[in-house]
């Protein structure tokens, strides 16, 4: 057995009459990146707080590298490190003032030996003293993901870290996130509405959806159980689907089928005998994909919708002060 990192098991969370978090529970391993996948307002966030002691849960049970964090947060906050879009960081500031800044909160005497090793791993020690403000989207993730590390934590949350950037700065962020996670051997767990993204970095993820977590597991088990692939096929005329029930469900129009299957190579060479008798205008199969896992398990797909969240987060910011 895996050593366990994360425990959360029946969480409630209510706000008034509201339940944002309805009876959740999950387990993260020691040295895995984890996943909470789910659209706007699912409660990831709200799951986040919890588990970094930043609010305290209506009820259930939280243990945070063996650490109940409703009963003791402080001891928690020395084991994690936390990035989020709305990460405390001062543009005005140079990246080594950040992570100074960043020690002082933490209490960390002896810090700038692994402030040097992190900036030089990130290889960004050189631009040390340029101010924050001053560096691209990609070199402040860096900053930031050093700041989250510099006391050496055990395991790293990442609320929607990739929310609001460019598909080539996502894309070695993520390059990042798995090299942390090796290199540094930190437990990640990071929470996104992008699938491609949950499928891409996780070795196993949870779907929340409205409070509840409706599944969980590595994204090929989730896309093989809930998700499976989809064989179409059109024809010129009508045809007898009932044939093609031995292969799966069967969905039938005037000229065309499609059949949900588990896995389509699996099935294909003998249903080409059975199509053999029609005639065939085309044939497509649709490799199973966490977007239908997530629509099965639901009955609506993630929508990005057209919420700018760095808007948003600029707007809290700018409140804030
Ligand atoms: N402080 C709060 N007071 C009232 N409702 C809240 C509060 N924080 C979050 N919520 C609600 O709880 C739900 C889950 O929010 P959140 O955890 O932020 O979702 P996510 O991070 O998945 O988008 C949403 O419906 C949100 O409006
Ligand atoms: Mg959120």
Known sequence: MDEQSILVEELVKKYGDFTALDHISFDVREGEVFGLLGPNGAGKTTTIKIM??????TSGKVLVSNIDVTKKPNEVKKKIGWISADVIVDDDLTAWENLELQAKLEGLKEWKERAKQ?????????????QLGKFSTGMRKKVEISMALLHSPEIVFMDEPTIGLD???RKSLWDIIRKINKDFGVTVLLTTHYMEEADMLCERIAIINKGKIVAIGSPEELKSK?????????????????????YGQVIAKENSIRIKVGNAEDVLVSMLKD????????????KASLDTAFLNLTGSTIEEGDFDARKFYAM???SRK
Do not use: A
């Open 226 to 246: 809930y998700g499976g692939d989809v064989i179409e096929v059109q024809f010129y005329g009508s045809v007898d689907y009932k044939i093609f029930e031995k």
């Open 118 to 130: 992190l900036l030089d791993y990130f290889g960004i020690f050189e631009f040390k003293d340029r």
């Open 275 to 286: 199509l053999s008798q029609f005639r065939v205008k085309s044939l497509r199969i649709e």
């Open 167 to 169: 598909v080539s700065t």
């Open 316 to 318: 809290l910011r700018r």
């Open 52 to 57: 970094t002691g930043l609010t305290l849960p």
